[in-house]
């Protein structure tokens, strides 16, 4: 069982930064492949990256290629997603994910069996 705890949501200008924190709690964190998720309103829950859980594979989707990068620290059991280049198109509730047996290819929701609450994340133009 994986409890997860998103943090670091905010409001920012078109251009700005942002860095997402989720602060997992359970010993085998380590094993588990991590994602971020997003969902904007009205709109469907979206694959953002996923990172495996050794740190050594991730995986983008297009519309944030180059401009985020997923990172994990397994031993203060957190996975971070530090957003640049932000556009007003990025606004959406991001969700963490966590699943023991997701490879790092798997972009589904479905693919997931632990999710945060979620933090909101607002560009303005």
């Known amino acids: 069982q994986v409890q997860l705890v998103e943090s670091g949501g905010g409001l920012v200008q078109a251009g700005g930064s942002l860095r997402l924190s989720c602060a997992a709690s359970g010993r085998t964190f380590s094993r588990y492949t991590m994602g971020w998720f997003r969902q904007a309103p009205g709109k469907e829950r979206e694959f953002v990256t996923t990172?495996?859980?050794?740190?050594?594979?991730?995986y983008y989707a297009d519309s944030v290629k180059g401009r985020f990068t997923i990172s994990r620290d397994n031993a203060k059991n957190t996975v971070y997603l530090q957003m640049n280049s932000l556009k007003p198109e990025d606004t959406a509730v991001y969700y963490c994910?966590?699943?023991?047996?997701?490879?790092?290819?798997?972009?589904?929701?479905?693919?997931?069996?632990?999710w945060g609450q979620g933090t909101q994340v607002t560009v303005s133009s």
């Open positions: 994910a966590a699943d023991p047996q997701a490879s790092v290819w798997n972009r589904r929701v479905y693919d997931y069996d632990y």
């Open positions: 990172i495996s859980w050794s740190g050594d594979n991730t």
